[in-house]
């Protein structure tokens, strides 16, 4: 199957599941932090290994990088992905303070980098959750595994283990919006690297067979 090449109709199945999670993100996110949030996935492609860095802003471009690995029926693993300013002020918000810092004396805030985790664990469990529920296959996240440094660094791990065996992501640019009128919201970056037969048992759940 030639991923690249997913029809609109395809793409727009995809676009659809993000959607739900977003929403369902959206709403325990608000619980969490007492405020209304809105989410939206405003783009979802999927690309070879060699666009990804590409499509994150480069090798050397620093972020922040929240991994998980996918348990279940349909392995694999899933980044979370912010620029350092879109993290802190995630960090702002979950956190209800305007004074935090992702480093405090140039140390690791662990206040800071436990509220990011938090909110990868939303993320990325809504979002799983709704690829289950339109699959019916269970796919559950790991803890999350934290760290700042250069996006090619911080993605070669998880390539290399997948790459072995794929050779394609699926990228939902997620936004999250309203939570400050000052500005106009937060951009993320949700990577899915499934193994290629988990690709297979997706895409054949959402009545999806071989496209050339």
Do not use: C, W
């Not at 996918?70 to 979370?80: C, E, R, S, T």
């Amino acid at each position: 199957m030639n991923y690249e090449q997913l029809s609109l109709i395809q793409l727009d199945a995809l676009r659809e599941i993000g959607n739900i999670g977003a929403g369902n993100a959206a709403t325990s996110m608000s619980k969490l932090i007492d405020k209304k949030v809105d989410m939206e996935v405003p783009d979802i492609k999927i690309v070879a290994f060699d666009e990804v860095m590409e499509m994150v802003g480069g090798a050397d471009n620093l972020v922040v990088g929240i991994l998980f690995e996918i348990h279940g029926k349909a392995p694999g693993m899933v980044y979370l992905l912010f620029s350092l300013e879109e993290a802190e002020s995630l960090t702002k918000h979950l956190t209800n303070n305007e004074d935090i810092k992702l480093f405090d004396s140039e140390a690791d805030n662990e206040i800071a980098f436990s509220a990011l985790r938090e909110a990868g664990n939303i993320l990325a469990g809504s979002y799983l959750s709704a690829l289950s529920d339109f699959t019916n296959i269970n796919m559950q996240p790991s803890v999350p595994h934290l760290s700042v440094d250069m996006a090619g660094a911080i993605l070669t791990v998880g390539l290399l283990q997948v790459s072995e065996v794929t050779d394609y992501a699926i990228i939902i640019n997620t936004k999250i919006n309203d939570l400050n009128e000052k500005h106009n919201g937060i951009n993320g970056q949700f990577l899915l690297l499934p193994s290629p037969e988990s690709f297979t048992k997706i895409f054949q759940a959402l009545g999806i067979q071989d496209y050339e």
